[in-house]
């Protein structure tokens, strides 16, 4: 059984940093697999923020370009995102996703639409002004 696991959020002031990550167990290779971020606000849809190809290619929503990275450890099985200069828009509930194959690729880059087979349980982050 795969299982993904956040670490746990926490709630920092505008312009802070935090550095979330979601271990993978079971049967599932990261090296293969694409993989993401994506956050969930109250009465809004869950979108992708960041997503990693199993060859390390990202891609990322606009709102968070040049502040957040995405990252993977494929010998730990082990999925990063670190948040800088966060803003309080960035609040919400954070998922990380992985699928079995590689991400669709949109202009060579991977897409922020994917259909994701495993997801993880969430942890809140939340960005006070």
């Known amino acids: 059984e795969v299982q993904l696991a956040e670490s746990v959020g926490g709630s920092v002031q505008a312009g802070g940093s935090l550095r979330l990550s979601c271990a993978v167990s079971g049967a599932l290779d990261t090296g293969r697999s694409c993989m993401a971020w994506l956050r969930q606000t109250p009465g809004k849809e869950r979108d992708t923020v960041a997503v990693?190809?199993?060859?390390?290619?990202?891609n990322y929503d606009d709102p968070v370009k040049g502040r957040f990275t995405i990252s993977k450890d494929n010998a730990k099985k082990t999925l990063f995102q670190q948040m800088n200069n966060l803003k309080p828009d960035d609040t919400g509930m954070y998922y990380c996703?992985?699928?079995?194959?590689?991400?669709?690729?949109?202009?060579?880059?991977?897409?922020?639409?994917?259909?994701?087979?495993?997801w993880g349980q969430g942890t809140q982050v939340t960005v006070s002004s």
């Open positions: 996703a992985a699928s079995r194959w590689g991400c669709t690729l949109i202009n060579g880059r991977p897409s922020l639409v994917e259909t994701y087979s495993y």
């Open positions: 990693i190809d199993r060859d390390g290619t990202t």
